[in-house]
């Protein structure tokens, strides 16, 4: 089936909830990825930040099929021994204690949630279930972490939302104080808002937040779905703030594209769940545990990190080149491999036509061009893409 005969039977046959491109990808390699009539394209959006080592990485293909031959799934009603690995790394290279698998950012954050509610209540009372989030923000698209995300649009048509969520205005740490009432148990927030625009907290910002958590007695929630895992050039992006959380949640790139999703939280908070409380069929398995462990060593150990930071800055450079040279071009900004970059012009015709330059990137907000290469970008396929955006850019 070519392109087109995708998009028909999908149109029949898929249930209408995303407006896609008309095209299908058939193989990938590295940063590249082919479609059904065989056009290739270099990938800067890694099916949104989740394939990190890019397609088909030998790390990846070796745990996938080596577990997949032994045993792919149990449950959580006996020990999995590659989940309990997995806990112990990621717990090791992070401030907190405990972790609980599930199966992506939705449900890493709903757990997130249900944490915070549980562990307030019975330490603080019946009354103690609010919680705070902010403007521009993105939880996931259950009905709780729709109503966790700042931003109405998402919450049309589906009301009403479940209640105990505030919003402050991202990065307003007055605004945060005001909206705290005597209900909140939390606060929640992506240290680098994503699907909001690639928006950087200030350093500043996150420690108030840390410090207004701790007078106040709230749990601190990072929401790093999508900026976790190395993307920002250290392993979990907080660390690039020196601001510590209580509750953690990971997904996207954790397992480089097999589904899985995760929350750490420091063992006073997680001491809140007891058994009964919470659960994830299919959280944690045999093949997506191994998967994520072969990922994560690999990024530990063998100087992802290092080459996220060159390239990141490399290409935040050449971004800033083409800043000075289209007027149009608001701002440049990220971390990592994580770039942002804001237009006084139509975002969506600019992504139209680097796909059809071959250059595969995302919009958000209309107007943001995000930018997510895989962690294996190398410096050509970096200039190629600088080239694309340029030649783009030179036709608006
Ligand atoms: C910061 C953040 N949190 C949560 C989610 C939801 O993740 P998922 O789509 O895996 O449920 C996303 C997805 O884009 C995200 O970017």
Redesign the pocket.
């Known amino acids: 089936m070519n392109n087109a005969q995708i998009t028909a039977k999908g149109e029949k046959y898929v249930m209408n909830t995303y407006k896609r491109i008309p095209v299908a990808f058939v193989k990938g390699e590295g940063s590249w990825v082919w479609d059904a009539d065989g056009n290739k394209y270099l990938d800067f959006l890694s099916g949104?930040?989740v394939n990190c080592l890019g397609y088909n990485h030998p790390v990846m293909v070796k745990a996938i099929s080596e577990q997949a031959a032994k045993i792919m799934h149990t449950s959580n009603l006996y020990w999995i021994k590659q989940q309990v690995e997995l806990a112990q790394v990621l717990v090791s290279q992070s401030c907190l204690g405990k972790a609980f698998f599930c199966?992506?950012?939705?449900?890493?954050?709903e757990s997130a949630i249900k944490l915070a509610r549980k562990y307030a209540k019975a330490r603080m009372g019946e009354g103690k279930y609010g919680i705070i989030t902010f403007t521009n923000?993105?939880?996931?698209?259950?009905l709780a972490?729709m109503a966790a995300t700042g931003q109405t649009k998402y919450h049309k048509g589906f009301e009403p939302m479940p209640e105990g969520f505030g919003y402050a205005k991202f990065g307003d740490l007055e605004d945060l104080k005001n909206k705290i009432t005597e209900s909140t148990c939390a606060v929640m927030l992506?240290p680098i808002?994503?699907?909001g625009g690639i928006n950087v907290s200030s350093q500043e910002f996150l420690k108030g937040v840390r410090k207004l958590c701790d007078q106040k007695g709230l749990l601190l929630i990072f929401?790093?779905?999508?900026?976790g895992i190395g993307r920002t050039g250290k392993f979990f992006a907080h660390q690039n703030f020196g601001v510590k959380p209580d509750v953690l949640?990971l997904?996207?790139s954790l397992a480089g594209g097999f589904?899985i999703?995760a929350m750490l939280a420091s063992d006073e908070a997680a001491s809140g769940f007891g058994p009964g409380d919470h659960a994830s069929t299919f959280g944690g398995s045999h093949l997506a545990c191994s998967t994520a462990l072969a990922v994560v060593n690999h990024i530990l150990d063998s100087g992802v990190m290092e080459h996220i930071l060159n390239m990141g800055a490399y290409l935040m450079e050449e971004f800033q080149g083409l800043k000075d040279k289209y007027p149009f071009i608001k701002e440049v900004r990220g971390m990592g491999l994580m770039i942002g970059i804001q237009l006084e012009a139509d975002g969506n015709w600019v992504l139209d036509q680097c796909q059809k330059e071959g250059l595969i990137i995302n919009c958000v907000g209309g107007n943001v061009l995000r930018l997510l290469p895989t962690y294996v970008v190398t410096k050509e396929e970096a200039n190629l893409a600088v080239g694309i955006l340029d030649s783009v850019l030179a036709k608006l």
């Not at 199966?103 to 954050?109: C, D, I, L, P």
């Not at 923000?137 to 259950?142: L, M, P, W, Y």
């Not at 929401?223 to 900026?227: K, P, R, T």
């Open positions: 949104l930040a199966n992506s950012g939705g449900e890493a954050n923000s993105f939880h996931g698209r259950t972490t992506e808002q994503g699907e929401d790093e779905v999508q900026c949640t997904a996207k589904p999703g």
